[in-house]
């Protein structure tokens, strides 16, 4: 009878303790699913590259598989005198086309640019994950490698959230360089910055700890980031451009806010990156500080049946 009792006191607390934890877990993954990630499938305009300013005969659309079996795709722009050629990471938001008025002006700069859809965005397949979209990023990396010219400088380009997960890539793959516009420092800092009045930081993660990254950086790094941004304070721009102890810049943009860069000083971004790209050092690829095996064993029996599902429901256009 006493040790009947003994165990319910025992297993009461246990039950009790894995029941919580449990919520605060599914609570993490559902702020991660609700808050992060805002895809779209449809364009801004169309999915003509010439609707954003893009000669026609300057892009050339690709579809690359990832290791998990997800479609992810993308437009490769060539400049006409190229200097570097970037991989773009893109933000939270809408999908390739959302961002793509930018392109013409990175052409300008001198820079090749690949832009790619994660899962779950524009024409991709799939579903977005942190993980998963990390997983996305390291995969477009090595397929970037693939399809630009070897001469050229390869650049790292991330916007906000695409700068947390540029971040993570570059744990994964090298490049010479790394860009980082309106960028913040960690998941529950943003968080806390986003909703002060709530403590929806305790269920962030630290999956994009930037800051810890770049504290280890061995590549050239430019910082961009406006002075009056209102979703990510510049002050993160600062302490990322401070813990970085490799070569560095910044260039802040006057009055500017969080999606309008661009358009607010559009000759200094240019010269920012076109600088930035002729004086990054050639052959100096930084090595990636924390390997990572993308694939697992489940990988091939996930491909199997995402391939399955794609002849029903998904069909890529001819290349």
């Known amino acids: 009878m006493r040790r009947g009792k003994k165990l319910r006191q025992i297993a009461i607390p246990l039950i009790v303790g894995g029941a919580a934890i449990t919520a605060i877990d599914l609570a993490r993954r559902v702020f991660r699913h609700t808050q992060l ?15 954003y300013g893009i000669a026609r005969s300057a892009v050339t659309e690709h579809w690359f598989e990832t290791p ?22 893109h933000g939270n938001t809408g999908n390739l086309t959302t961002f793509a008025d930018i392109i013409p002006h990175l052409l300008d700069a001198g820079i090749n640019v690949m832009y790619f859809d994660y899962r779950g965005f524009g024409k991709s397949s799939g579903i977005p994950s942190i993980n998963g979209i990390i997983s996305d990023g390291a ?12 001469a050229l400088p390869s650049i790292l380009y991330g916007y906000s959230l695409g700068g ?4 993570q890539v570059i744990k994964r793959h090298p490049f010479d360089g790394l860009i980082l516009q309106s960028t913040f420092t960690t998941l529950p800092m943003i968080v806390r910055v986003l909703f002060p009045r709530l403590p929806l930081h305790l269920f962030a993660g630290n999956l994009f700890d930037t800051v810890s990254v770049i504290r280890r950086l ?17 002050s993160m721009a ?19 806010r969080h999606k309008d860069l661009w358009v607010r000083d559009c000759d200094s971004m240019v010269w920012a990156i076109n600088r930035f790209a002729v004086d990054l050092p ?7 500080l924390e390997p990572v095996h993308e694939k697992t064993l489940l990988d091939p029996l996930l491909r199997s049946i995402r391939r399955a599902l794609r002849r029903k429901t998904f069909s890529p256009l001819p290349l």
């Open 139 to 150: 995969t477009a990396a090595r397929f970037h490698d693939k399809i630009r010219p070897k």
């Open 282 to 288: 050639r052959h100096t690829r930084h090595i990636p």
């Open 218 to 234: 061995t590549i050239p790094l430019l910082v961009i980031h406006g002075a009056d941004d209102e979703v990510v304070p510049c």
């Open 238 to 256: 600062h302490e990322l451009f401070d813990s970085c102890s490799s070569t560095k810049k910044m260039q802040i943009i006057d009055r500017g």
């Open 37 to 51: 990630f805002s895809p779209s499938p449809d364009p801004l305009r169309s999915w003509k590259p010439e609707d």
């Open 164 to 167: 947390a997960v540029a971040a």
């Open 68 to 89: 998990d079996g997800e479609m992810l795709y993308a437009w490769y722009c060539r400049s006409p005198r190229p200097i570097a050629s970037a991989l773009f990471c």
